[in-house]
């Protein structure tokens, strides 16, 4: 959410914002809410206005009382009582008015890096750099579902009979080696300086638009019937929620955090779920890393945060490459994202597996979390977010990448003591 004093001083600079986003039809929004906060400071001046008169006439009753002057003190009480009815009509139009400008300001994209190229949607995201040798094997490598039955490591079917599409059972050496990635994570950001979180896996409404716009929640997120609870779609949500209408000593910043949680996404819109694959499920796991600092130190957390995540797959021999996101593909709420994507040998191409982002103040203001500053000035943090390790989709990436010839599968050293010190897994049929 942008701070209104930026809208009211220079809405072109809003509205050009939005355009670059591609979202021509939020820009009455701009005009609406200087239209909304115009009447919402009117009201706010003739309240402080009437109630300097009433304090004034309230003296007037008293002297005029002593005096014995007891006619024109009752027609003071009669003009003051009407001034009290007057304020109390205006804070009800005030409460409406701040209500309204809520509302659209929640709905108005955050203020783009200049850094971010332009572009309507996630086909002109721009690649930045590479990072390891794509390679393509002399044999053929099977879709990755085959390759997880051939370990007796997945059972979709059964899946499907208890819970629909878009789950799984993960099984034997695949459900182990998935649980490895995912400790190995955990380890491998403990030992970048990261504290490490288990958090709520459940988030009340009022954190949910805290974080995040409508059209993500209405796309992700899961809702408890009957209760002001939502079924988390990644521990960014709680591990920021964590700060909500809190002041923050500006000498315990940054918060370096890294958190581990089950994830629940809706999954819906153009991509679906896929019957036979991982890529895209209703339920997966996640290791994530969230930072909270001061505004001059956002971008910087921002370079450290996606070089983690490369760092991290590298060290699994899987190689990967980074890509920008264009101001059509940011969520509403971002300056500036880029995503992460591991080789796929069978695809011949790149897939996503990660996403860092840097969303400003936008969602510390949305959540009223302050940082009480040296010289005693109040401001909002920078938050920031980014994917060290979503599984099972990894599990694609890692055993497409280090599938062998004759059907096993390498594991990678830097992973072997969280699977016992196995060296390879060999397949059941």
Not at 19 to 47: M, P, S
Not at 199 to 225: N, T, W
Not at 235 to 263: A, R, V
């Amino acid at each position: 959410m942008l701070d209104i004093k930026l809208i009211r001083e220079n809405p072109e600079l809003v509205k050009e914002n939005i355009k670059k986003k591609f979202q021509d039809q939020k820009l009455v929004l701009v005009d609406e809410v200087i239209d909304l906060d115009k009447k919402n400071r009117a009201a706010i001046t003739e309240v402080e206005g009437l109630r300097a008169e009433r304090t004034k006439i309230s003296k007037q009753i008293g002297v005029l009382m002593g005096q014995g002057k007891k006619e024109e003190a009752e027609a003071a009480k009669t003009q003051s009582s009407a001034i009290g009815e007057r304020i109390a009509l205006l804070e009800k139009e005030q409460e409406a008015f701040q209500a309204e400008i809520r509302q659209r300001m929640l709905v108005i994209p955050n203020i783009i890096d200049q850094s971010v190229p332009i572009g309507k949607d996630d086909s002109e995201n721009v690649e930045l750099m590479r990072f390891g040798e794509p390679i393509v094997p002399n044999f053929e490598i099977p879709y990755h579902t085959e390759i997880m039955e051939s370990f007796n490591g997945i059972d979709l079917d059964s899946a499907r009979r208890v819970s629909g599409n878009g789950f799984y059972y993960l099984v034997g050496d695949i459900a182990r080696l998935h649980s490895s990635i995912l400790s190995y994570a955990r380890d491998f950001m403990i030992n970048r300086g990261f504290t490490y979180y288990v958090p709520p896996f459940m988030i009340r409404g009022q954190v949910v638009e805290g974080v995040m716009s409508f059209a993500e929640m209405d796309a992700m997120m899961y809702k408890i019937e009957g209760e002001d609870l939502f079924l988390i779609g990644t521990s960014e949500h709680s591990m920021i929620g964590k700060f909500i209408d809190q002041i923050i000593p500006e000498e315990n910043l940054p918060y370096t955090l890294t958190s581990y949680s089950p994830c629940f996404r809706k999954e819906k819109g153009a991509h679906g779920i896929e019957e036979r694959g991982v890529y895209r499920i209703h339920q997966f796991e996640k290791q994530e890393m969230i930072v909270l600092c001061k505004p001059e130190d956002s971008m910087m957390w921002y370079d450290k945060l996606w070089k983690n995540t490369v760092d991290f797959f590298r060290s699994m021999d899987i190689p990967v490459r980074t890509l920008e996101c264009c101001s059509g593909d940011l969520a509403d709420l971002k300056v500036k994202s880029v995503d992460v994507e591991a080789w796929s040998p069978r695809q011949k191409k790149y897939f996503e597996v990660g996403s860092c982002s840097t969303l400003g103040d936008a969602q510390a203001r949305r959540l009223k979390i302050r940082v009480n500053g040296k010289n005693g000035k109040k401001y909002f943090a920078h938050t920031l977010n980014n994917t060290v390790v979503a599984t099972p989709r990894m599990l694609i990436a890692f055993l497409e990448n280090n599938l062998q010839s004759d059907g096993t599968v390498r594991i990678p050293e830097a992973l072997r003591p969280y699977m016992g010190g196995q060296e390879v897994l060999k397949p059941k049929k």
